[in-house]
């Protein structure tokens, strides 16, 4: 496919590997510590930093999100994404907060409604350093923004916020999303 594919399915074979390790274990800690020393050292891994390994990143990204879904592994899985978002801003140079974004928050904003997922988002409200990641999850789902916000974000995002991100985006106000027909 492409000259990355090799690098992607040894990064993959590795997590698998270190998910397996997990399950057979009843998740260890010394398993899980081994599953997060793989996703440590893939995200720390320059080919994927450098951007032009933009498989390798989203396939590694996609199955840090996905522990996210496992009850035993959601807790370290989602402090390792936080500590993404701090380092990570959606302009950064490399392109790793776009990543970040499609690869883990966009998704927790994206219909169904899982809360638990939605909580830990708004959770990102809270720090300076990570508040980007909530208002770019629903960049292309703004309609969702102040319903979640109401539900989930226990008033770290208010209505003002909303107001005033909608604004930024020349969204203008509610009034203006809600006659969009929506599927």
């Not at 800690?29 to 989203?58: C, E, I, M, N, Y």
């Not at 590694?60 to 035993?72: F, M």
Request: contains cysteine.
């Amino acid at each position: 496919m492409t000259a990355n594919r090799p690098l992607v399915e040894v990064a993959e074979a590795e997590i698998d590997a270190a998910v397996a390790g997990c399950e057979a274990s009843a998740y260890s800690k010394a398993s899980r510590d081994a599953l997060w020393s793989v996703f440590h050292r893939w995200l720390a891994d320059p080919r994927l930093l450098s951007g032009t390994a933009s498989q390798l990143r989203v396939t590694v990204l996609n199955e840090l999100t996905i522990r996210v879904g496992d009850e035993h592994l959601r807790n370290e899985a989602w402090e390792i994404l936080r500590e993404l978002a701090r380092r990570y801003s959606d302009d950064d140079p490399e392109g790793m907060g776009i990543s970040l974004k499609i690869a883990a928050f966009e998704v927790f904003a994206e219909p169904p409604e899982v809360p638990y997922t939605l909580e830990l988002l708004f959770t990102l409200a809270e720090e300076p350093e990570t508040r980007w990641a909530v208002f770019a999850a629903y960049e292309n789902l703004p309609w969702r923004l102040r319903p979640h916000a109401v539900k989930y974000s226990q008033g770290r995002i208010t209505d003002a916020d909303c107001d005033a991100w909608l604004r930024s985006r020349g969204l203008g106000d509610d009034e203006y999303l809600m006659p969009r027909k929506r599927d």
